[in-house]
């Protein structure tokens, strides 16, 4: 009998390679570089200023400049000063000063419910390959992916899945730690997240999954007791009697309802839970340890616009548990789709780690190749919870409420056709996928909109111990005089190429800098977290209305994030009410994006954006091509 797979297995036929046979390539393991990363560094206050400054110019007028200028000039001598020195002093011992300040400020402290406004889903990547929409398949496949998960999990137990390297640099792997065994715990002012997962090394871990169905959950053991995994079909055979199970019981009572609320109300309805009886301490640890939840879901989605929707503000929040790092949801027709807490990992990490299974699933043609062999194994066990009538209400509360929550969401997939990584790679000018769909994205909204829009895009530190992400504020100063250049009848080609290539320069350098730690967003936050826990008055430069107008404190228009060469992608809500949150991949013939409104203002329409998004790709490749040939010309 095999045991459990895992990225660096390899198929030959229908035998699985031994783990023996795998363990023979790992030359690293999975940690072995975290004590010798370098720590996150605390950039220049006085670079990191300017570069505020300059992010600033877009969005205000000659006198709002002015006064900013002033704001910051007495930022830099007075108080800034004195938090970026305590900054300083916190560097000494810590080796990532942001991450004392990152979840609890960024995250925790938030008292809004996470879905659909804070976590971010996708559509699974098998749906154009091997796992087209299929009656009957949703058991078949949800086995098989949690018997994938459950190998990729155990290799990261025992540290052989791949480091992370980017340009000869290798990258923090601790976020790999959240996505399994992890899941964020309500508190009354401030949340926190419990981290069970352990290597082999350190200790043992649980290896059950969470099944919900029908409003029913069941802990479902993914390992034998010797330590090797249950194979697909015994998993399925789980997974069918559990359905067998709630069919035969009806609908339950629905306590994952409770995670959709606002933070304070969950914490303390969860109190409330344990009051009543102590097993429901037990089961909620269950829960809340599990590697992973999947669930069991009676909708049946049929594009990435469906899945998506349905992942991110779909109809059901009694078959979830909105606080678990990772929920795996499998649909009736046999699509799936991930939806992850996003506090205590980047969606990098998802990607990254399900890539290892995509490509296990079609080395596979998605069915199982093993032995159909069903060894005797104990049934699922059902958490009951001891309710009353205030958690019965507290439910049917929270039905309606993220009711109307996900009502304001909306999501649609578009796929750019037209052209995609190789067309880019054929040009005789050098310009990263992402740079280019960036500035794309820049014009499309300013042709719609005829001004500007405070961008957010993320950028990865994990080339630093514990790192997470910093800002690249896309809208430039470069970008914005590109695209009046665009809209303007009387611009040269000439012109517009060489401010194109203007804006290319400056989004590739803040990028560069970003990933290297010299972004400015990370610090500023810092600094304001440090006032606050000083009890010093908020800094005048964080109520200036340029730092709103720039994005900072979480209002920009446009929220974005390239994930890659991949099949993966995904997204999440807008940060404001008023904007788009843009999320893309790129393969070889086309950019696929995740785009995201709420329906309740009027001044977004997704459409529309979109079609300006169109043209917008198409008419930059038009004049990078133009770039292209010059460049040609000039080495004759």
């Known amino acids: ?46 670079q990191s200023l300017e570069k505020y400054l300059d992010s600033v110019k877009p969005h205000v007028n000659s006198e709002e400049l ?53 976590s971010f889903s996708g559509p699974g990547p098998f749906k154009e390959t091997v796992w087209p929409q299929q009656a009957g398949t949703q058991l078949e496949r949800a086995a098989l992916n949690l018997w994938l998960r459950t190998g990729v999990w155990n290799q990261l137990r025992r540290e052989e899945v791949p480091v992370t390297k980017s340009s000869r640099h290798v990258w923090c792997m601790d976020q790999m730690r959240s996505w399994a065994n992890c899941c964020r715990i309500p508190g009354i002012t401030r949340d926190s997240v419990t981290r069970h997962f352990r290597t082999e090394k350190e200790g043992s871990c649980p290896s059950h999954a969470m099944v919900f169905y029908h409003g029913r959950m069941y802990r479902l053991e993914c390992l034998q007791r010797n330590g090797e995994a249950f194979t697909a079909p015994e998993l399925q055979l789980q997974l069918t009697r559990i359905v067998e199970h709630a069919d035969q019981q009806g609908a339950g009572i629905g306590i994952g309802a409770l995670t959709f609320t606002d933070r304070t109300l969950w914490a303390k309805n969860r109190d409330h839970l344990i009051k009543l009886d102590s097993r429901n301490r037990d089961f909620l640890h269950l829960i809340e340890s599990s590697q992973v939840v999947l669930c069991l879901d009676d909708d049946e989605p049929c594009t990435d616009t469906q899945i998506s929707q349905t992942a991110i503000a779909g109809r059901n929040c009694t078959d979830r548990w909105a606080d678990k790092s990772v929920t795996e949801i499998f649909f009736k027709n046999g699509f799936y789709a991930n939806q992850c807490e996003h506090s205590p990992f980047d969606a990098m990490v998802l990607v990254e780690l399900q890539m290892g299974l995509e490509k296990q699933v079609l080395e596979m043609k998605g069915k199982w190749q093993g032995s159909n062999i069903i060894r005797q194994m104990e049934p699922p066990e059902e958490l009951v919870f001891t309710v009353d009538n205030v958690i019965q209400q507290a439910i049917q509360q929270a039905k309606e409420t993220y009711a109307q929550n996900a009502s304001t969401v909306e999501v649609k997939t578009k796929q750019f ?15 990263h996928a992402d740079v280019f769909t960036q500035l794309a994205i820049q014009l499309a ?60 320069a400056k989004h590739s350098r803040m990028m560069k800098e970003a990933m290297n730690g010299q972004g400015f967003d990370r610090h500023l936050f810092g600094l304001s977290c440090l ?30 994030s390239f994930s890659g060469y991949t099949q993966v992608y995904g997204g999440v809500a807008p940060m404001c009410t008023d904007g788009y949150g843009c999320f893309y991949r790129m393969d070889r013939e086309r950019i696929v994006f995740f785009l995201s409104t709420y329906h309740i203002t009027k001044n977004t329409n997704t459409n529309a954006f979109w079609n300006h998004l169109e043209r917008a790709l198409q008419d930059e490749f038009e004049l990078w091509k133009v ?9 004759l």
């Not at 005048?540 to 929220?559: C, E, M, R, V, Y």
């Not at 770039?627 to 080495?635: I, L, T």
């Open 531 to 560: 006032a606050l826990e000083e009890g010093l008055p908020v800094p005048q430069i964080f109520i200036d209305p340029a730092w709103t107008k720039s994005g900072g404190g979480g209002n920009f228009i446009l929220s974005t």
């Open 417 to 431: 056709t037209s052209f995609g990584s190789d067309a880019l790679k054929g040009l005789n000018v050098k310009v």
């Open 445 to 504: 909204y300013y042709r719609l909109y005829g001004r500007p829009a405070p961008t957010y895009e993320t950028a990865s530190t994990r080339r630093f111990y514990h790192g997470r992400t910093e800002t690249v504020r896309s809208c430039s100063s470069e970008a914005l005089a590109w695209c009046k250049a665009m809209v303007d009848s009387h611009s040269s080609l000439q012109t517009k190429l060489q401010l194109l290539g203007k804006a290319e």
């Open 627 to 635: 770039g292209s040939m010059e460049a040609a010309s000039s080495k």
């Open 66 to 118: 002015k006064n900013t200028t002033e704001i910051i000039a007495n930022f830099r001598n007075g108080v800034g000063k004195e938090l970026h020195d305590k900054l300083l002093q916190i560097a000494k011992t810590d080796r990532n000063w942001l991450e004392r300040f990152w979840e609890p400020y960024a995250y925790h402290d938030l008292r809004m419910p996470t879905i659909p406004f804070m």
């Open 1 to 46: 009998m095999s045991k459990v797979a895992g990225p660096l297995i390899h198929y030959q036929g229908t035998i699985m390679a031994s783990t023996t046979r795998a363990l023979s390539i790992i030359k690293e393991s999975t940690f072995q570089y975290q004590d010798s990363l370098p720590s996150l560094p605390v950039p220049d206050l006085d």
